[in-house]
């Protein structure tokens, strides 16, 4: 019985040195693991996006991203083929650059990140030009000018709305990320004047189309080509129109220089061809009294601004001339 104390002491210290032995052959492991095999890999660079011409050159193909749920202005004809104005219009700019054009179906709020990511090279898609898109955007000169428009029901007692501040009193659908969203965002809901769950946002404007004709909402806000192609399929009329005008202008990366002026020269061929007129009767209805014309491109030389005493130049630099944007 007098061993038995021992004994216990033996097994007690086996079983320290097996744990020992455990820790130090996977310390040991590890640290002739690090040299080889780091913990956390670093991720590549990202590299900002770059002009895309060279590959569109290159490649003779011009990827470009487009939401197809926007007739007339971007949709699926009944062969399930791209089809709209602003397909038609990028098809003939394509051909006037001598390059194919593959088009890619997007959601409208997905076309910035794509273009960032460089995904696609252009984007068309009733893009409107503002001034916080230009931030962040180079866009082509304008290529078509566009009202806005308000949906009802046909049913629904509404008189005509001739101001924003009207529209407080209806839900309101507008789609995502574009600038009907931003308008009440800013005009209506920021300012207090409209309760925020009014204004209800959209993936698709044809969402926001469908639950006007069902009544679940009271008005929808859309461009006026898009209204009219909503009126004729019935159920919905236009209520309203005018209040936010719009330009709309092809998209592509800031520093796109060469890519914006390839597609600009195209665009100014297509103008003056009576093209861009004809696919405006085409698509959009309208007939040659009706079509707004875009502003007139920016020449490539402008008149020096008369000053009586320059300001002078720093850094051994030449003052050359002042330009004055379209809008002055």
């Known amino acids: 019985m007098a061993r038995k104390p021992s004994n216990i002491l033996l097994i007690i210290l086996l079983a320290l040195a097996c744990i020992v032995s455990i820790a130090f052959t996977s310390a040991l492991l590890d640290y002739f693991s690090r040299g080889s095999q780091p913990a956390t890999p670093t991720p590549p660079p990202v590299l900002p996006p770059s002009d895309p011409w060279e590959r569109i050159r290159s490649s003779g193909k011009m990827v470009v991203g487009s939401s ?17 104005f602003d397909i038609a219009l990028i098809r003939e700019i394509g051909q006037a650059l001598g390059v194919a054009v593959e088009i890619k179906d997007m959601s409208f709020d997905g076309l910035a990140g794509a273009l960032q ?26 290529y078509f000018v566009s009202d806005d428009a308000i949906l009802a029901n046909q049913n629904a007692n509404i008189a005509a709305i001739t101001s924003v501040t009207q529209l407080a009193a209806y839900r309101v659908g ?7 969203q931003r308008w009440l965002q800013e005009s209506l809901v920021d300012t207090g004047i409209m309760p925020a769950e009014r204004l209800q946002i959209y993936q698709q404007a044809s969402q926001a189309i469908e639950d006007v004709r069902n009544g679940r909402i009271d008005l929808a806000i859309v461009d006026i080509p ?46 003056n061809s009576g093209r861009l007129n004809a696919l405006v009767q085409q698509y959009l209805g309208l007939g040659p009294g009706e079509i707004v014309p875009p502003p007139t491109p ?22 050359v001339q002042d330009l004055n944007l379209d809008d002055n």
């Not at 984007?123 to 962040?136: D, H, N, Q």
């Not at 507008?174 to 009907?180: A, K, P």
């Not at 005018?242 to 914006?260: D, F, K, S, Y």
């Not at 920016?298 to 003052?319: E, H, Y």
């Open 298 to 319: 920016l020449p490539v030389t402008a008149t020096p601004f008369p000053t009586a005493t320059p300001i002078p130049c720093i850094d051994q630099m030449t003052f």
């Open 117 to 142: 990511l460089q995904q696609i090279d252009v984007a068309i898609s009733a893009i409107s030009v503002t001034p916080e898109r230009e931030a962040l955007f180079d866009f082509s000169n304008i």
């Open 226 to 271: 898009v209204a009219q192609t909503a009126v004729a399929a019935g159920g919905v009329r236009i209520v309203g129109q005018g209040l936010n005008p719009q330009r709309l202008a092809i998209a592509m990366v800031n520093g796109a220089a060469t890519t914006q002026a390839q597609i600009n020269n195209a665009l100014i061929q297509i103008q």
């Open 68 to 84: 197809l749920d926007y007739p007339p202005f971007s949709f699926y004809n009944d062969t399930f083929q791209p089809d709209g």
């Open 174 to 180: 507008v789609q995502r990320s574009t600038v009907y």
